[in-house]
Nanobody, 121 residues
Framework: QVQLLEPGGGLVQAGGSLRLPCAAS????????MGWHRQAPGKQRELVAD???????NYAETVKGRITISRDNAENTVYLQMNSLKPEDTAVYYC???????????????WGKGTLVTVSS
């Protein structure tokens, strides 16, 4: 069993900051990508940012300069530091990880259950 736990989220005022952690736990051999997606009401899920095990990052254009993704490989944890938040950042944020379990040859993508971030104007 593999779980991705996202204990962060909540209500924040526009211009404020929030840090979302996500920890992968369970039977894990290795983790390739870890990242965050979000889904706003009535919209499709979209990539926010992801990061490789080597630290290479990728960001959506809409969040560049405001959001930073980082990772602790030893703890199988990824963080999303969100600054200068806007009402349009309101969404359910989902953590995901592309990982291999012991004795499995191929990596698979796992998702957390999501955490709601609400930015008030």
């Amino acid at each position: 069993q593999v779980q991705l736990l996202e204990p962060g989220g909540g209500l924040v005022q526009a211009g404020g900051s929030l840090r979302l952690p996500c920890a992968a736990s369970g039977s894990i051999f290795s983790i390739n990508f870890m990242g965050w997606h979000r889904q706003a009401p009535g919209k499709q899920r979209e990539l926010v940012a992801d990061i490789t095990s080597g630290g290479t990052t990728n960001y959506a254009e809409t969040v560049k300069g405001r959001i930073t993704i980082s990772r602790d490989n030893a703890e199988n944890t990824v963080y999303l530091q969100m600054n200068s938040l806007k009402p349009e950042d309101t969404a359910v944020y989902y953590c995901n990880a592309d990982l291999r379990r012991p004795l499995e040859y191929f990596a698979m993508n796992y998702w957390g259950k999501g955490t709601l971030v609400t930015v008030s104007s």
